[in-house]
């Protein structure tokens, strides 16, 4: 059987996931989402990864969510489990500690818009189209598409999505901060290997750490946010880091960072 993932690792620190049902328009099913969970798993514990693009294989679909027509002949336990699955992957993106670039080459609705709203950054070909659908077929978005969203565009524009149903073209996804870059399609990859070059060249436990501040600062008051990102910080002065950066500015050179 063709493997559901594609994993190809750079030499610059740049790890490329892909989705590879494309005769499936990248659909979810539930050997893929196992495969993918132990990608992600790798990917974690990897320091040699310091930026992840996840993007789908083909031109037409990034993902187009739960797979149907797997779905169809299972009995309400496993519906369940199969939703719970894909919650659980979808958790196992946000919580990667490299930052992760959503390479958004296709149609993204449903479970596939949600792993787009797990990643940090995304870059959405102008021929896709977003929409969290799922109320349209009689459920809601089950893999954190109603608490992701909101957090990210604002309470009334998600409510407006999930409750119609819309599906958004990419460049209205940029106008409400859905997406960070709308660009031609043949342009998706160069774009979104741009943007990981661009943090790459910076300290990878930084990343590590401003990440975790941003995620989990962004779920509690301002305060408590505050003390998170003093202990982030913190986390990093004894780093060996930290003093090649200081050293690279006196002795301007760029710094060569070894994540330690």
Same mark, same amino acid.
């Given at each position: ?13 740049? /790890? ?19 495969? %993918? ?11 040699? $990864?310091?930026? $992840? ?7 037409? /679909? ?32 946000? /919580? +990667?500690?490299?930052?992760? #670039?959503?390479?958004?080459?296709? $149609? ?7 792993? &787009? ?5 995304? $870059? ?7 929409? %969290? ?6 459920? #809601? ?36 901060? +859905? ?16 943007? &990981? ?7 990878? %436990?930084? +990343? #590590? ?13 301002? &305060? ?11 986390? +990093? ?24």
């Amino acid at each position: 059987m063709d493997k559901t993932i594609g994993f190809e690792k750079r030499d610059d620190g740049i /790890a490329i996931v892909t989705l590879n049902r494309p005769d499936a328009a990248n659909a979810l099913s539930k050997q893929l989402l196992y495969d %993918l969970h132990d990608t992600l798993y790798n990917i974690k514990h990897d320091r040699e $990864v310091r930026v $992840v693009i996840l993007t789908g294989a083909g031109e037409k /679909a990034f993902c187009a969510g739960a797979d149907l027509k797997e779905r169809k002949g299972m009995s309400d336990a496993q519906v369940k489990q199969t939703v719970a699955l894909i919650g659980a992957t979808v958790n196992d993106v946000e /919580a +990667l500690p490299q930052p992760v #670039i959503a390479a958004v080459n296709g $149609v993204a609705f449903g479970g596939g818009l949600e792993l &787009a709203l797990a990643c940090d950054v995304r $870059v959405v070909s102008k021929e896709a189209k977003l929409g %969290l659908t799922e109320t349209s077929l009689a459920i #809601i978005p089950g893999a954190g598409g109603t608490q992701r969203l909101p957090r990210l565009i604002g309470l009334g524009r998600a409510k407006e999505l999930i409750f119609t149903a819309k599906r958004l073209t990419a460049d209205q996804a940029e106008q409400i901060g +859905l997406a960070e870059y709308s660009v031609q399609p043949a342009d998706v990859m160069e774009w979104s290997l741009n943007l &990981a070059k661009q943090m790459v060249k910076n300290a990878p %436990l930084a +990343l #590590i750490q401003a990440k975790t501040a941003i995620n989990n600062g962004m779920q509690v008051g301002l &305060a408590t946010g505050l003390e998170i990102e003093k202990l982030a910080y913190n986390s +990093l002065i004894p780093t060996e880091d930290r003093l090649e950066g200081l050293r690279a500015f006196a002795e301007k050179r760029p710094p060569v960072y070894q994540g330690k």
